[in-house]
């Protein structure tokens, strides 16, 4: 069984920062990519960023140049640097480990950017 624990979640003034985290354990084979997905209320979840195992990163154009994703693969740790936040980035944070076959999903943390 695979385990994802976030933290780092909670509520900050427009133009701050956070730093998300979340660590993989269990019977993990082989993690690909790592990253972070998010979802308003009423909205589909969408992605944020994601890191592959080669350390090749994607993010969404609306958080290019504010976030950033990165990952220890001795820890099965990913990260989210959030700078400049902005009140549309409000959303629950939902970390993603991708194995061969399989995805991975954390319980979310929510982020609440006040203008």
């Known amino acids: 069984q695979v385990q994802l624990v976030e933290s780092g979640g909670g509520l900050v003034q427009a133009g701050g920062s956070l730093r998300l985290s979340c660590v993989a354990s269990?019977?993990?084979?082989?993690?690909?990519?790592m990253g972070w997905y998010r979802q308003a209320p009423g909205k589909q979840r969408d992605l944020v960023a994601t890191?592959?195992?080669?350390?090749?990163?994607n993010y969404a154009d609306s958080v290019q140049g504010r976030f950033t994703v990165s990952r220890d693969n001795g820890k099965n740790t990913v990260y989210l640097q959030m700078n400049s936040l902005k009140p549309e980035d409000t959303a629950v944070y939902y970390c993603?480990?991708?194995?061969?076959?399989?995805?991975?999903w954390g319980q979310g943390t929510q982020v609440t950017v006040s203008s």
């Open positions: 993603n480990v991708r194995e061969v076959f399989t995805d991975y």
């Open positions: 269990g019977s993990l084979y082989r993690i690909n990519a």
């Open positions: 890191i592959s195992s080669g350390g090749r990163t």
